[in-house]
C-alpha cells in the first residue's frame, strides 16, 4: 500500500511540476519572469489592491522575490507603487495604463486559455478537486510541521 502511495504521490509532483514548467513558458514567451506573471495576473483580477505584504501572504512568494518583480515591473512602467491610507509604510501596488494594456495583451490570455481547460470539466469535478488539493495540503502542513519544521 506504501508503494502504491509513493507512487501515486511521485505522479501527482510531476503533474505540479508540468504545470509550473507551462506557466513558466508562458511568462517566458510575455517576456517576464514567473512571479511578475503572477504579480500582474493578482492585479489584473483583483478588485481591490495589493501590498508586496499581500501578495507575499497570497501568492506565497519570498519578500525578495515579491520585490525583485515589482522593482522590475515599476521599471517597465506597469505598475505603481502609491502609500495607503491606513499605513503609510505598506504601499499600494496598482497597474498603471501601460500595465493593464499589457496585462490585457497577457493575463487575459493566460485565464481565457484557463476557462477553456477548466470548462473541459465539470463543476462539481473543478469543485472535488480543489476539496481534495486542500484536504491534502492541509495535511502535508500538519505533518510537516511535526516532524520537519
Request: charged letters at 30%; aromatic letters at 12%; proline letters at 0%.
Amino acid at each position: 500500500m506504501e508503494t502504491v502511495i509513493s507512487k501515486k504521490w511521485e505522479i501527482y509532483n510531476k503533474i505540479n511540476k508540468e504545470f509550473e514548467e507551462l506557466y513558466h513558458k508562458i511568462a517566458v514567451n510575455y517576456n517576464i519572469s514567473d512571479s511578475s506573471l503572477w504579480i500582474l495576473y493578482a492585479l489584473y483580477q483583483s478588485d481591490h489592491s495589493y501590498t508586496q505584504m499581500d501578495i507575499c501572504r497570497e501568492w506565497y512568494f519570498n519578500k525578495q522575490t515579491v520585490n525583485s518583480a515589482i522593482k522590475n515591473l515599476e521599471k517597465l512602467g506597469y505598475i505603481n507603487k502609491e502609500f495607503g491610507e491606513e499605513n503609510k509604510q505598506d504601499k499600494k501596488i496598482t497597474l498603471t495604463n501601460l500595465g493593464y494594456d499589457f496585462a490585457e495583451k497577457t493575463v487575459k490570455n493566460v485565464i481565457m486559455i484557463e476557462k477553456i481547460a477548466f470548462s473541459k470539466i465539470s463543476e462539481k469535478e473543478l469543485e472535488k478537486m480543489i476539496e481534495l488539493l486542500q484536504k491534502v495540503l492541509f495535511s502535508l502542513k500538519e505533518e510537516a510541521e511535526k516532524k520537519i519544521l
